[in-house]
């Protein structure tokens, strides 16, 4: 195996990314059904499409994990809902699927890859093209430390942080 550093760029716009997201974790980590059906419902006027992905995770997984990923959704959510244009240009299914597409390949293409450090390092490139790496790096660490979580099959997790990934995606390029 080839031996050498995998990089991950963390910059300075990470790091204050990393401050916001921690009252959100907070708030989410310990929200109350009113403020739930109050998030849910600025997701359904503002992005419906990504209502719909979040939703529709309930026909793949479990009840618990569902609800895990709804509260990823109100995460990401309350991440966006303040950034320029995000109330007013929606995501839209073409922008999606063209982003899951690119996804899916990438991931049948490291499954061909022999060398882990290579997976590793071309994972980390990747990676690095996301705009809101922080929050992506939030995702994937809920899914290590939420134990219904933890215990997903590791179908339901990839198609779950496949969508996560491609929505979190489709809101950076608005």
């Known amino acids: 195996m080839k031996?050498?550093?995998v990089i991950l760029d963390?910059?300075?716009?990470?790091?204050?990314?990393?401050?916001?997201?921690?009252?959100?974790?907070?708030n989410i980590n310990n929200i109350d059904l009113a403020t739930?059906?109050?998030?849910?419902?600025?997701?359904?006027?503002?992005q419906p499409f990504m209502l719909s992905v979040i939703l529709g995770f309930r026909f793949d997984l479990l009840p618990e994990e569902h609800g895990?990923?709804?509260?990823?959704?109100?995460?990401?959510w309350e991440f966006f809902k303040d950034?320029?244009?995000?109330?007013?240009?929606r995501v839209?299914?073409?922008?999606?699927?063209?982003?899951?597409?690119?996804n899916i390949y990438l991931l049948k293409y490291l499954e061909g890859e022999p060398d882990q450090f290579d997976k590793l390092n071309i994972t980390a490139i990747d990676m690095n093209k996301v705009k809101?790496?922080?929050?992506?790096?939030v995702i994937w660490f809920r899914f290590e430390e939420i134990v219904s979580l933890?215990?997903?099959?590791?179908?339901?997790?990839?198609?779950?942080?496949?969508?996560?990934?491609?929505l979190i995606e489709c809101l950076d390029e608005i």
């Open 92 to 102: 839209t299914q073409k922008q999606f699927e063209r982003l899951q597409k690119r």
């Open 10 to 26: 963390i910059s300075e716009s990470d790091k204050i990314e990393i401050e916001q997201l921690r009252p959100i974790l907070d």
């Open 83 to 89: 950034k320029n244009g995000i109330k007013t240009k």
């Open 36 to 46: 739930a059906d109050k998030i849910m419902d600025e997701i359904y006027h503002n």
């Open 3 to 5: 031996q050498g550093k």
């Open 68 to 76: 895990e990923v709804i509260k990823m959704g109100m995460i990401i």
């Open 132 to 137: 809101s790496k922080a929050l992506l790096s």
């Open 150 to 166: 933890k215990m997903m099959t590791a179908k339901n997790k990839g198609l779950a942080l496949l969508g996560i990934k491609s």
